[in-house]
C-alpha cells in the first residue's frame, strides 16, 4: 500500500483518537454536580418522573449532610453548622429540613450553575451573592444582640460571644505584619484578616503575604501565619511532628493559618479549635 491509499486511513485513525481524546477529558473533568439523568441515584431512592413539578422534593438515601460529606470531607473543618435549629429566623429560600434544622442545602442549591453569566463562580449558593452579604440574609438579626448569641445544638442551648463583639475589637493598632509578599496565605486567613486588621481593610481581593500575627497590643504574643508547619518543625526541634497532633488544628496546604487555631463556628472562648485551659491548644504544637 503506497503513501497515497494510507492516507484516508492515518485520516480515520486521527479521527477516532480525537474523539476518545474528548470524550475521555469531557467525562474525566466534568464538573462533579453536572449529574446525568441515570446518576440520580447516588443521592435519591428513585428517578425522577416525567411531568413531576420541579420543585416537587425526591427522598434522599441518606441524611443529605452525609451524602455531601462523601465527597467533601475537607470542607467541613470550617463549615457552617448543621444539624441545629436556629436560634433566628430563616428566608423561606433557605429551606431548613423537615425537623427545622439546618443542612448543606439550606444555604447550597447543589444543581443550579456553577457560574452566573459573568462568570463570577457561585459556590452553588441559593442568593446571587457570597460572602458577609450572604451571611447576614439571617444573621443581620444579631446586630442588636449585646455580648452573647443564643443557638440551639439539638435540644441543648449554648451561649457564646457573638462574632461581632470580635470585630468590634479588632481596630486601633496594625495586627499583621506581611513578612513574605511573595508567599499568599489561605483565603479563610485572608478574610479573618480583612476584618480584623483595620489597616488591611476587607477587600481581600488583594494579595495579602505570608507574616506575622499579633494577638494584642505590640510586644504580646504573636503567631505566624502562611507558614509551612513541616519546614517549621524540621528547624524547630520543640515542635511535634504533624502525625502527632489533634486533628481539629487544621492546616492549609500545609501552612499555617487562622483556622489551623480558630473556627468561626466555634463554641469555645475565643473560638478556638479546642479548649486552651493549661495552653493545651498552644501544647498540642510546642512541646514546651
Known sequence: MNMKNKIPFILIFLLIIAFYTIAYTIIINEPPHHFRLEECIQCHVSMPVDGAKKETPMRFVDNINRLCYRCHTQDIQLSHPVGMRPSMRVPADMPLDEKGEVTCATCHNIHQSRENILTDKTYLLRRNTIGKTFCIACHAQDEGKKGSETFSVGMKKIIKPTHREFISEAHGF???????????????????????????????????????????????????????????????????????????????????????????????????????????????CHKK
Request: aromatic share 6%; hydrophobic share 35%.
Open 174 to 284: 496594625k495586627k499583621y505584619m506581611v513578612i513574605d509578599r511573595n508567599s499568599p496565605i489561605d483565603p479563610v486567613s485572608a478574610e479573618c484578616i480583612g476584618c480584623h486588621d483595620g489597616t488591611v481593610g476587607s477587600d481581600t481581593q488583594i494579595v495579602i503575604g505570608a507574616g506575622i500575627w499579633q494577638h494584642g497590643e505590640m510586644g504580646v504574643s504573636s503567631h505566624p501565619i502562611g507558614v509551612s508547619y513541616a519546614a517549621a518543625q524540621a528547624n524547630d526541634r520543640t515542635l511535634r511532628h504533624m502525625s502527632e497532633l489533634n486533628p481539629a488544628i487544621k492546616f492549609f496546604d500545609g501552612k499555617i493559618g487562622c483556622g489551623s487555631c480558630h473556627d468561626p463556628y466555634s463554641i469555645s472562648k475565643t473560638q478556638l479549635v479546642m479548649n486552651n485551659k493549661g495552653s493545651a491548644l498552644c501544647l498540642e
